[in-house]
């Protein structure tokens, strides 16, 4: 039996998707991983970026602190989390660990978003004597919405396929299956563990792909 045949054979085996080990329980694990490790960073990256595009200064700095966290892998991140205090508990360090990968993708989307605002729009808005909250929020926000919402959507897609990191750590998520499948040297499960997360990442991708259909107009903008 081929790799291709032995792979499909292990997903519709329903033995397979029951249980705390099936995948129906990893990928809630999985899921919840990725929206909390989202929900953190969109705290941490949105109101800075905002806040920065706003002012006009200090942004780009920002941004080029938070990218270097592009040339480090996450993976070493994690590992050298684990080496300190937080390690005994290695649930702290792998969301630590994916913040910090989405964190980048979200405050420069954000913060080219803000800056990219028409001036002639803001200037209009100021002159109809809105004040600098009105401003940003009703106005800057709002204009920014499209690219800022690029930024979450390739958050939520890197994070979904980062987050299979945990399972080397002993965390949950699909991650789990494809690392069971090698401690079995079962072939078969690595790669029905890859396809499922591949499958997961475009389904969350397709999910923002909806959503953007179905948004107002003023969050379609720019996205896609």
């Known amino acids: 039996m081929n790799t291709l ?17 099936g995948v129906w329980h990893r ?37 080029n602190i938070s990218n270097v966290g592009r040339a480090v892998p996450t993976f070493a991140v994690l590992v050298l989390l684990l080496l300190t205090p937080l ?11 994916l913040v910090l990968f989405a ?31 009105q401003l940003l929020w009703r106005v800057e926000v709002l204009l920014a919405a499209p690219l800022i919402l690029v930024g979450v959507r390739i958050a939520a897609v890197q994070l979904v396929a980062t987050a299979t990191l945990a399972a080397l750590v002993g965390g949950g998520g699909l991650g789990r299956i494809i690392t069971a499948g ?6 078969p499960q690595v ?3 890859a ?5 997961f990442a475009l389904l969350v991708e397709g999910a923002f792909e909806l959503a953007q259909r179905f948004a107002p107009q003023w969050a379609r903008g720019r996205m896609g």
């Open 5 to 21: 045949s032995a792979t499909w054979d292990w997903l519709t085996t329903s033995a397979n998707w029951s249980g705390g080990n």
């Open 27 to 63: 990928l809630t694990e999985h899921l919840v991983l990725t929206v909390v490790c989202l929900v953190i960073s969109c705290l941490i990256a949105l109101p800075v970026a905002i806040v920065l595009g706003h002012l006009g200064r200090g942004g780009a700095l920002a941004v």
């Open 87 to 97: 390690g005994t508990n290695a649930q702290w360090p792998t969301v630590i660990a």
């Open 103 to 133: 964190v980048p993708p979200l405050l420069t989307n954000a913060y080219v978003g803000m800056r990219g605002v028409d001036q002639d729009t803001v200037r209009a808005a100021r002159g109809m004597g809105m004040t600098g909250r």
């Open 182 to 187: 090698f401690n079995l040297a079962s072939t």
């Open 191 to 193: 790669v029905a563990g």
């Open 195 to 199: 396809v499922l997360v591949a499958i």
